[in-house]
């Protein structure tokens, strides 16, 4: 399984991105969790959004939320992050990642069977 992230780019803060994810070699199930990571120089990466591919189940961390959005596109295999009013915190690589058969209580997971390769978002001031 291969996960293909795109859409970073450099813009400036208040601007618009929109990540893309989409995976080969496997089509997303119902109970699958897709997930967005982020890692900014010199921190730790951290989970951004997460949602269960066709059940419920959503997660946002606290400092996106309001601004950053997850879909998905069941006919693409493709889940992607919405990402509007940028920060200059927001800078960092952005990576998206997969598990399969997560279950409502064990959502978001910890750990994730498949990632893909990172997209860089710049924001700058």
């Known amino acids: 399984v291969q996960l293909q992230a795109s859409g970073g780019g450099l813009v400036q803060a208040g601007g618009s991105l929109r990540l893309s994810c989409t995976a080969s070699?496997?089509?997303?199930?119902?109970?699958?969790?897709v997930a967005w990571f982020r890692q900014a120089p010199g921190k730790e990466r951290e989970l951004v959004a997460a949602?269960?591919?066709?059940?419920?189940?959503?997660y946002y961390a606290d400092s996106v939320k309001g601004r950053f959005t997850m879909s998905r596109d069941s006919a693409k295999n493709s889940a992607f992050l919405q990402m509007i009013n940028l920060k200059e915190e927001d800078t960092a690589v952005y990576y998206c990642a997969a598990k399969g058969r997560v279950i409502l209580s064990a959502f978001p997971p910890t750990v994730y069977h498949y990632w893909g390769q990172g997209t860089q978002v710049t924001v700058s001031s």
């Open positions: 949602i269960r591919w066709r059940q419920s189940g959503s």
């Open positions: 070699g496997r089509t997303f199930t119902s109970n699958d969790a």
